[in-house]
């Protein structure tokens, strides 16, 4: 499988501290983009960076790119509860902009 | 920002009938659609690429039989599970692309 692992699997915190999510995948990549996806509904596109990008901020996310180890990370500052939700990562190969997905990471946020 | 819809956002049909799934992008035109399965908890597989105008491109182990894609519209793309058994029970995902992909909010489908 060319699927992408994401790790933890699981993540829960306290609301107001940062969640930090990773991602490996195998394929080199165009670029790599973050999803969230809230439990029974489509995806909500977070944030992509490019493969010649190493890191990239929108607001309280923040993203990381090692196109040499083939990994990124997503960093979610300040957590809130309605920041519950699976992230999923996606690198884009070829034309077309064809994903291929992470396993997810879900996230909770507890008050 | 670019909108996707799908349709019906929820069915439930019984073992051996065909149900079909429209995806639509509602304020932009997409000559490539995407179609993804999940399965509880799990992740998105990619099932196929609808191409507008061309036959679809099925990933590895869908079959095209099974899962008939039609893109035959800049803004439409439609999937008919044809014979659904209980095991295509699933939540499909359609995406369509602009300058990235966005995401439709998924079909629920219950074989009975």
């Known amino acids: 499988s060319q699927q992408g692992e994401e790790d933890p699997q699981a993540l829960s915190i306290q609301e107001g501290e940062n969640a930090t999510m990773n991602c490996s995948y195998k394929t080199s990549i165009n670029n790599l983009q973050w999803y969230r996806q809230n439990s029974g509904r489509g995806l909500v596109h977070l944030i992509l960076i490019r493969s010649n990008e190493r890191e990239k901020h929108s607001g309280r996310l923040r993203v990381t790119l090692d196109t040499s180890k083939k990994s990124s990370s997503l960093l979610i500052t300040a957590s809130r509860a309605a920041d519950t939700a699976s992230y999923f990562c996606?690198?884009?190969?070829?034309?077309?902009?064809?994903?291929?997905f992470g396993t997810g990471t879900q996230l909770k946020v507890e008050l | 920002g670019a909108v996707v819809s799908q349709h019906p956002s929820r069915v439930i049909c019984k073992s051996g009938t065909s149900v079909k799934i429209e995806c639509r992008s509602l304020?932009?035109?997409?000559?490539?659609m995407f179609w993804y399965r999940q399965f509880p908890k799990k992740s998105l597989m990619l099932m196929a690429t609808?191409?507008?105008?061309?036959?679809?491109?099925?990933e590895q182990g869908v079959e095209k039989d099974k899962f008939l894609i039609n893109h035959a519209s800049l803004t439409l793309s439609t999937l008919t599970v044809t014979s659904a058994h209980p095991e295509d029970s699933s939540f499909y995902i359609c995406?369509?692309?602009?300058?990235?992909?966005?995401f439709g909010p998924g079909t629920r489908l219950t074989v009975l």
């Open positions: 609808s191409n507008e105008g061309s036959k679809a491109t099925y």
């Open positions: 304020d932009f035109q997409a000559t490539t």
């Open positions: 995406s369509a692309t602009e300058d990235t992909q966005y």
């Open positions: 996606a690198g884009s190969t070829g034309g077309g902009n064809k994903l291929t």
